[in-house]
């Protein structure tokens, strides 16, 4: 009898280490809830991912060896800033001396510039600087993926930027956006409309939204509101309407709500073109009859004058497609609306746990800045790096190691194009600082993805970063006026 009993004990006892060892293997997510696994060998078992992150933190702070084009790079800045090597080499110097008081930029509180002679913001700071006499607002653009969807992030730069330099509105609007409903900075609604997406369609020619928007039925409609959540958004009194290709379409607008609509007949055209209302405006209804073949982009909410900053954000985007944004188009759209800084932020869509060598996203990303740069020329590129993301691994949320790898990747593309970088990852905090964000609800718990807490924060910093970096511009000028 004892004997069954003891045996019952044993089986019962390797029953339950069987079933706690099986925790270990349930998925680490049900839906978008993250599950904690149970592991009865942690403190025997080598945590080999977070030995890579120590290595590839290593790898990011030694020398960078990567080889560059330095005499292409140096005609390129002399012909940008309009300087000569001796200048360019003096403010080589000058720059240098900065980091070596202020210490290195591992931390994201500085950008890093790669252009020769330090001149990857001069046209970005000089229009700031003369924001006065531009007879149109400074225009900065974000291209991203779902990291900045709904505006997170890039809505606290925009007020950060306009309460410093003026300007209003919450600029570029598309014509429908799948993150529409969570965007708190516009409201939109539209009717009638198929999209096309640069991620799917390789037949029309695309510019900065990769998207473009083509009436499918005899009428249609779209419907934009200014959001109240920040001041500087509530009225502005500049609307754009963009589109670019119509045959007979007449457009209708009423505006705040009027019951009264303006009728215009948009002239016919092949080529993207804005149709301009100025009045102090916070709603815009349009509606357009004989709409089936009109194309059209969205609209644009600002002002004459300070900053506008236009989120143009698309979900599932590696940043890749760029390259094929069409070059005849973006020349267009830079002559109606001219850019003086670009911003690449894209990476989430790249790093994979499986992966750990980047070297061919870095090529491909050094093509789509040359080709951004050929497309905009009048405009700055500054290059963002990848934000901090976790994966589970014995019960705890650690920084994926392919993040780093990424990381230095999109340095050292940032590096072969001789622009400016931004180390998204050290200004979140670094190794697992996306558990810190989480912690603080900053960010979503698929440990991915940036909450408005977190985006305001990293606004602030990269507000900083700019800012800090814009007193090397002057002091450097200063020292230039001086000789």
Known sequence: MEKNQLGRL?????LTFVFCCLFFYMPGHVGSIPLKRVDMFSELRTTSGIAAID??????????????DSVALQR???????MDSL????????????????GSDSTGHRVEDYSVGHVGLTRFFTAIRNRMELGRPVRVAFLGDSFIEGDILVADFRTEMQRRFGGRGVGFVPIASAAAQYRPTVKTQS??????????DHEHPYTLSCMTFEGDTSEASFAVEAGKRYPELDSVPC????????????????VNSTKDSLRVSLPPTDSISQWTYRQATHRADFRFVRAKGFRALGV?????EGITVDNYSMRGNSGAVLERLDSASCRTLNALRPYDLIVLQYGLNVANDSVMQYGW?????????????????SADILLMGVSDRSRQENGAFYTMPSVLALLHAQRQAARRAGVVFWNTFGAMGGKNSMVSYVEKNWASKDYTHLGFGGGRELARILTEALLEEMKFYEEADAHETKK
């Open 10 to 14: 044993l089986l019962l006892l390797l």
């Open 361 to 377: 996203y870095a090529k491909r990303m050094e093509g789509v800045v040359q080709h951004v740069r050929k497309c905009f020329p």
């Open 239 to 254: 609307l754009h309407f963009i589109y670019e290709k119509n045959t007979h379409t007449e457009m209708l607008v009423s």
């Open 87 to 102: 200048a360019l080499a003096v403010r080589d110097s000058l720059y240098k001396a900065l980091y070596a008081v202020e």
């Open 191 to 200: 009717k009638g409309w198929t999209t096309w997406s640069m991620l799917t």
């Open 300 to 304: 644009v909410m600002e002002a004459d």
């Open 76 to 82: 390129a800045a002399a012909e940008k800033a309009g």
């Open 55 to 68: 290595t590839l933190q290593e790898t990011w702070l030694e020398e960078d060896t990567v080889a560059v």
